[in-house]
């Protein structure tokens, strides 16, 4: 079966940190540009991190960018988001999608419309 699958939410503190996964599973992430999505209580979706997997140039939205990191594992056909100094205003379903032959960029932008696999979503609390 062709999925996403993301893990790695929880309950964090202000100012803490997570890393989120995203692996693939029955297709390979190569030539592929992986986005990390969320939607927040009563927030637009925003596309805040994204990257090529075959080039691994990247893409941050100005609200998490220092603060989050994308990154790509080749031999595990896996995305990560590291996410560091977390806020309150970060809680959020968070969710990772792939769209084939696109920027980062694109991705984080129109990704999320265009894509061609999306993950089941995770959640982030920041909360005290």
């Known amino acids: 079966q062709l999925q996403l699958v993301e893990s790695g939410g929880g309950l964090v503190q202000p100012g803490g940190s997570l890393r989120l996964s995203c692996a693939a599973y029955?297709?390979?992430?190569?030539?592929?540009?992986i986005g990390w999505f969320r939607r927040g209580p009563g927030k637009e979706r925003e596309g805040i991190s994204c990257?090529?997997?075959?080039?691994?140039?990247?893409y941050y939205a100005g609200s998490v960018k220092g603060r989050f990191t994308v990154s790509r594992d080749n031999a595990k056909n896996t995305v990560y988001l590291q996410m560091n100094s977390l806020e309150p205003e970060d809680t959020a379903v968070y969710y990772c999608?792939?769209?084939?032959?696109?920027?980062?960029?694109?991705?984080?932008?129109?990704?999320?419309?265009?894509?061609?696999?999306w993950g089941q979503g995770t959640q982030v609390t920041v909360s005290s």
């Open positions: 990257i090529d997997f075959t080039t691994g140039s990247t």
């Open positions: 029955g297709f390979t992430l190569e030539h592929y540009a």
């Open positions: 999608a792939a769209e084939e032959l696109t920027t980062a960029q694109a991705m984080c932008i129109t990704g999320w419309e265009e894509g061609d696999y």
